[in-house]
């Protein structure tokens, strides 16, 4: 490989790393408190959340498919696990419940998806609706308060690492796996690159996007636990917005929107970005209105940007324009 | 300079990041002539053409159009100094009608903005009655042929006051009849006095239209000579740079058993009563007109489509196909006329486009087992002979010729005994196309039965044991090899039952 190409690699491979560092040097220069051990264990498990939810999001967009029904299916998920455990005070209970609501809500987006044909923006904007409104009919609209020892998920720690830190690396290393090791993660690269070629390669679509959604499923399962667990009560209405964060953080961590193209470390670098933006905006005294305007420009320039190195691909595709996509994940 | 000269490029250099593209390029074509551009995928045609159009700019370099220099930024600027580009991948909106697709981009207007329709139909009518084209102004283009599309974007090059057209592989998608339409109209533009700028692979029709011809190889010109001082040896070793002992590299090979049978398949309004077989070390042609039906019959038989009955026996016993993994499963492969769309993922690795159907060999406690992987990728890729970087790249850079070879090369990996080869050639350069021949060659020598359909007859001939012509959905004849001409083929094709 020439020396150039190697450059062009590690641009494309740390460039987004670069960008998270280049913030935290910014960040410190702002607010001397930032790169103190509080704040930055603060941000961690902020963005330990929606990290988790990138995940999926990222494992769904990478197959072509994406989910935009996490928020409320973590709401769900974690209110009744909540009211599970305030019933029968058992914490793997209640974990359990949360996983497997969530995971049937995906299997259902999952059916929308392969056995109706229906686009995934549609299926999960569907159950978006149907799930905030389950939860909110369960409890009528009622937060669930008094959920003791429940909060260990989301407050506890072991050897000093607080548990949701430890939630999204063990979830960080088991996407990281999918993609990067099983033929699960081969196939949804395939898919996402180019669907009809996967199927004339013999892999089974519907399947594998299935898996896709119950892996997700999952994933939200556990991320409805750490958020009721870190708000102290079971709150139907939680989680609002969470897709959009979830889904920012998948795309400026590198994934294409187009399919076939992102990987799990880029994904909580992108995580990182999104988080470390909002503490440095909260440190700043950004007013929050204010905040949500820049959030929605910064998704929008991140498309932008993938958009555009798709066209620079479809001209080196023609044999136009040498341009060495970073192919690994 | 001569009077005659139209368009004349000068020491034209253009580089891409890590590539010289062209090297000083230097030609000129003539009023009321067919210049013919030709050279390896690659070798810089489609990125001179781009800079005519105004698509790309050089880097350095004069381009004179009537001996003034003139500076082209865009399609539209190139319009304007009367150049037109029909592009290899036509660009249409299926639903636009024949007059919409005229008038598209200069309607007529009146005062407050508003398009006037009845002029503009005025405009595509007349367009049409000059062109002697017979189609409804109101069909939709979705309904027309590739071909019949053609000559509607020819036409409106003309109409545009193009002097100068580009074409560019204009017959890669298109029947021999319809090329025949084609080359009548280029005629009768040359005729008139339009320069056309033609680009091409195909040696036959090269030399059925050309009045020059300039070879480029790796950016460079190579040679520019008039056709009758060239022969297509000479333009092919042009080309490649090298002579080439045969265009096509039969052997004869021992015909074993009966590997492969098809009975009886049917699927209404589309095939009807197909029938054949393939024997081991056999290589079998499917001949026919674009539309016949040879693809559907292949795209049924490996489970893409599905169809209503029929028997699919390989070795001898029957299979049960009703998706790709039956017939990956049995030991049945097909390479899609369509690579970009059943072929490749483009987005993703040499590596990972090799492996992506046999995933199953390389894991390990649901592990994928890496050095096992890039050994077999790497072997793979020695053998057939696959240029690229590494096998990381991404496919979406590798050139045509090599795309294909990374598909047969998934298919080898799988070790299949049937291998339908639906126009493995198309849109490949000459180098390539000569080691894919070899590749069937050897792999008939294994004892695989292989299915080529071809739209080029001389391929079909040079390579083939036996080929059955299709028409209309069935198969018309059987023509074993003392039988094959061109003629007989064709007799077949035209005439159906």
Not at chain 1, 64 to 72: E, I, K, P, R, T
Not at chain 1, 94 to 118: D, E, P, W
Request: with cysteine; aromatic share 8%.
């Amino acid at each position: 490989m020439k020396l150039s190409d190697r450059f062009m690699k590690a641009r494309q491979k740390y460039g987004i790393l670069l960008v998270l560092i280049l913030l935290f040097i910014i960040a410190s220069l702002l607010n001397s408190n930032f790169l103190s051990v509080r704040n930055l264990s603060n941000i961690s498990k902020q963005v330990s959340i929606t990290t988790i939810l990138a995940f999926g999001e990222t494992i769904l967009i990478i197959s072509g498919m994406l989910d935009l029904s996490n928020g409320a299916v973590l709401a769900l998920a974690g209110l009744l696990s909540v009211s599970v455990f305030k019933m029968t005070g058992s914490l793997l209970l209640a974990f359990l419940v949360a996983i497997i609501v969530a995971v049937i809500c995906n299997i259902i987006n999952g059916l929308m998806v392969t056995k109706f044909k229906t686009p995934p923006f549609i299926a999960t904007l569907a159950m978006m609706a149907m799930a905030r409104g389950a939860a909110l009919l369960y409890t009528n609209g009622q937060n669930i308060y008094q959920i003791g020892d429940y909060t260990v998920f989301g407050q506890g720690s072991i050897f000093g690492i607080p548990t949701p830190i430890i939630f999204l690396i063990v979830i960080g290393l088991f996407t990281w796996y999918i993609l990067k090791h099983t033929r699960l993660g081969r196939s949804l690269y395939a898919i996402g690159g180019n669907e009809e070629a996967a199927v004339a390669s013999g892999v089974n679509i519907n399947k594998n996007k299935m898996k896709a959604y119950i892996i997700n499923g999952v994933f939200v399962g556990i991320a409805g636990v750490i958020f009721m667990s870190r708000v102290n009560a079971g709150l139907p209405n939680g989680g609002q917005g969470f897709e959009f964060e979830a889904l920012t953080s998948s795309i400026i961590g590198g994934t294409s929107f187009s399919g076939g193209i992102g990987t799990a470390g880029g994904t909580v670098i992108g995580a990182f970005i999104v988080g470390t933006l909002n503490n440095i905006m909260n440190l700043s005294a950004v007013n929050s209105y204010l905040q949500q305007i820049i959030r929605g420009a910064i998704i929008a320039l991140a498309v932008i940007y993938d958009t555009y190195s798709k066209n620079m691909k479809v001209k080196s595709e023609k044999g136009e324009v040498e341009v060495d996509e970073n192919s690994n994940s | 300079m001569a009077k005659d000269i139209k368009l004349r490029i000068e020491n034209i250099n253009k580089s891409f990041p890590g590539v010289k593209a062209l090297d000083d390029i230097n030609f000129s074509v003539k009023k009321g002539s067919v210049h013919v551009l030709c050279g390896e995928n690659g070798a810089g045609k489609s990125t001179l053409m781009k800079i005519i159009n105004g698509i790309y700019n050089q880097d350095s370099g004069n381009i004179y159009v009537d001996n003034e220099l003139v500076d082209i930024n865009s399609p539209v600027e190139a319009q304007k100094h009367g150049i037109s580009m029909i592009f290899q991948e036509l660009n249409f909106v299926p639903e636009m009608t024949v007059e919409e697709n005229f008038v598209a981009g200069r309607w007529p207007t009146n005062k407050l903005g508003k398009v006037d329709w009845k002029e503009s139909r005025e405009i595509a009518k007349k367009l049409l009655e000059e062109e002697e084209l017979h189609y409804s102004l109101d069909t939709k283009l979705k309904n027309l042929s590739i071909s019949d599309i053609q000559l509607l974007e020819i036409t409106k090059a003309v109409s545009y006051d193009s002097d100068i057209i580009i074409m560019d592989e204009p017959t890669s998608a298109i029947s021999e009849k319809e090329i025949e339409v084609l080359f009548e109209k280029i005629n009768s533009l040359r005729e008139r006095g339009k320069s056309i700028i033609y680009i091409s692979h195909k040696m036959d029709e090269i030399f059925q239209i050309a009045d020059q011809i300039t070879v480029l190889r790796d950016g460079k010109v190579v040679a520019t000579e008039n056709a009758e001082n060239l022969t297509e040896d000479k333009v092919v070793s042009l080309m490649v740079g090298r002579e080439l002992s045969k265009t096509f590299p039969k052997e004869d090979v021992e015909i074993g058993k009966k590997i492969f049978e098809v009975n009886n398949l049917n699927r209404k309004g589309v095939l009807k009563d197909i029938n054949f077989d393939v024997h081991r070390g056999e290589i079998v042609g499917f001949a026919g007109l674009v539309g016949a039906g040879r693809t559907e019959v292949m795209r049924a038989l490996f489970g893409l489509d599905r169809f209503d009955t029929g028997e699919i026996k390989i070795r001898g016993t029957k299979a049960e196909i009703t998706n790709t993994s039956d017939s990956i499963n049995n030991g049945l492969v097909m390479l899609s006329e369509d690579r970009r769309r059943y072929g490749i993922v483009p987005v993703r690795s040499v590596k990972e486009n090799i492996t992506i159907s046999k995933l199953e060999e390389f894991i390990y406690g649901g592990r994928l087992h890496s050095k096992e992987e890039r050994e077999v990728v790497t072997n793979m890729s020695d053998k057939l002979n696959i240029k690229t970087p590494s096998i990381e790249t991404n496919v979406s850079s590798l050139s045509g010729g090599n795309q294909q070879k990374v598909i047969l090369a998934k298919w080898l990996v799988n070790n299949p005994d049937v291998l339908l080869l639906d126009e493995p050639t198309r849109g490949i350069d000459v180098g390539a196309k000569y080691e894919i021949y070899k590749l069937m060659v050897d792999l008939a020598k294994d004892g695989k039965g292989i299915v080529m359909v071809s739209s080029e007859l001389p391929e079909l001939i040079g390579m083939c044991d036996r080929i059955y012509v299709m028409s209309e959905g069935t198969i018309t004849g059987e023509l074993s090899r003392d039988e094959f001409s061109q003629e007989a083929i064709m007799k077949y094709a035209i005439g159906s039952n």
